[in-house]
């Protein structure tokens, strides 16, 4: 079975070759996926694989973790590097991003967003 650090390194690589079969592989069953650029949540691999086609028919984001560690609360907490283009090219975001991450049964269960405090390093 793949540690959580396994887990979190597959679904980042995954993600950013746009190879979402390789990603949802990493996902329970009922996952629920924060919507950045949506708000709410995303639940089930269907309403997460339709979410990112809608995304990157506007975006083409990268996310580039920096430093993976457990929390108390048993949860996963990831820093992220990220930048997004729009599909022209144009840069509409590079920075820093925290995402945490929820095992259960060995699978990616929830993705929450956690602000990052201006001037405070992530990783």
Request: hydrophobic share 40%; glycine share 8%.
């Amino acid at each position: 079975m793949a540690t959580p650090h396994d887990l979190i390194r597959t679904a980042y690589a995954g993600f950013n070759a746009r190879d979402i079969p390789a990603v949802l592989a990493t996902f329970h069953p009922q996952v629920r996926w924060a919507k950045a650029w949506e708000g709410d949540y995303a639940t089930g691999p269907a309403e997460v694989r339709a979410y990112w086609l809608r995304q990157w028919e506007e975006l083409d984001p990268k996310v580039t973790p920096t430093g993976i560690q457990a929390r108390a609360d048993g949860r996963f907490e990831v820093a992220v590097h990220q930048v997004v283009h729009d599909k022209q090219g144009k840069l509409l975001f590079e920075g820093p991003v925290k995402h945490l991450y929820t095992v259960q049964d060995g699978l990616l269960q929830q993705m929450d967003i956690e602000p990052v405090l201006p001037g405070t390093d992530p990783s």
